[in-house]
C-alpha cells in the first residue's frame, strides 16, 4: 500500500503539471503568433489605442487615465499582500505539528517528510513568483502614472504604451502564478485533487483565454498627435515584445 501511494504522487503530479505548463506555452505561442485569438492579446490592442486616446485630450482625459492606473495600481497591490500573506501562511503551518499528524489521516497519497517538503517549497515558490510579478505590475504602473502626469510633455505615445502593456502582463503572469498554485495547493490533501484541478483548470483556462472578437481598427490619429509619436514603434510589435522579453526586461 506505501509503494502504491507513492506511485500516485509520482504519477499524477508530474502529469498535472505537464498538463498545465504545456496549455501555457501553447498560450504563449499563441499570443506570440497569432495574439487577436486570445484574450490577452486583444485586451493588449485596446490598451494601445486607449493609451492614444488618452494622451490626445487635456486634462479631462490625464484625470481619467491617472484613475485607471491607479485602479490597477491598487488590484496589483491588494494580490501581492495577499500571496504575501498567503506564503507566510503556509511557512507557519508546516511549522506546526500537528498538520503532520492531519496529512497522516486525511491524504491518500505518499506522506513522508521529503514528499511533504516538496509540496510545500512548490507552494511557496508559485506564491512568492505571483508576489514579485504584481510588485513588478505596479512598478509599470507607476511609471506610466508618472509619464502620464507630466505637464507639457513632448514624450512619445510609445513609452506610455510600453508602460501600460508590460504592467498589464505581469499583472497576467501574477495571476497564472496564482493558478498554478491553486492546483498544487489541493496537492496537499493528495495527488488525485490535484490532478483533477490540473484538468479542470486547463479546460477552463482554454475557455477563457480565447477570443473571437475581431480587433477593432481604431481610426489614425490627427496629424498634431503624430508629432507625439516620433520613435514609435510598429503596434504589432508592442503587444507581443513585453511577452516574449517579459524575464530580460523584469530589472
Sequence with gaps: MRLEKQYLDLILVPTGLIFMFGYHLYLLY????????????????????WVERMLQGGTTNTAIALQVISSNISASTYLASLSITLSSLIGTWVGNSSSK?????????????????????????????????????????????????????DIPVSYVQRSVIRGSNFWSLGLRALYFATSLLLWIFGPIPMFACSLCMVVALNILDSNSTPLH??????????????????????????MSTLSLNAC
Excluded at 492531519?102 to 511533504?116: C, K, Q
Excluded at 515558490?125 to 502614472?145: E, G, I, K, W
Excluded at 489614425?220 to 508629432?227: D, E, H, T
Design 101 to 153: 499528524v492531519f496529512m497522516e489521516a486525511v491524504i491518500y497519497g505518499d506522506t513522508s517528510p521529503s514528499t511533504s517538503s516538496i509540496k510545500f517549497i512548490t507552494l511557496l515558490s508559485f506564491f512568492l513568483m505571483a508576489f514579485t510579478s504584481f510588485v513588478q505590475s505596479v512598478r509599470y504602473f507607476l511609471h506610466a502614472n508618472y509619464l502620464l502626469s507630466m505637464p507639457d510633455s
Design 30 to 49: 499563441k499570443i506570440l503568433r497569432y495574439p487577436h485569438t486570445t484574450v490577452i492579446g486583444y485586451e493588449n490592442h485596446n490598451k494601445l489605442a
Design 217 to 242: 481598427k481604431y481610426p489614425p490619429l490627427s496629424k498634431g498627435q503624430k508629432k507625439r509619436q516620433s520613435g514609435q514603434q510598429n503596434s504589432e510589435i508592442l503587444f507581443t515584445e513585453p
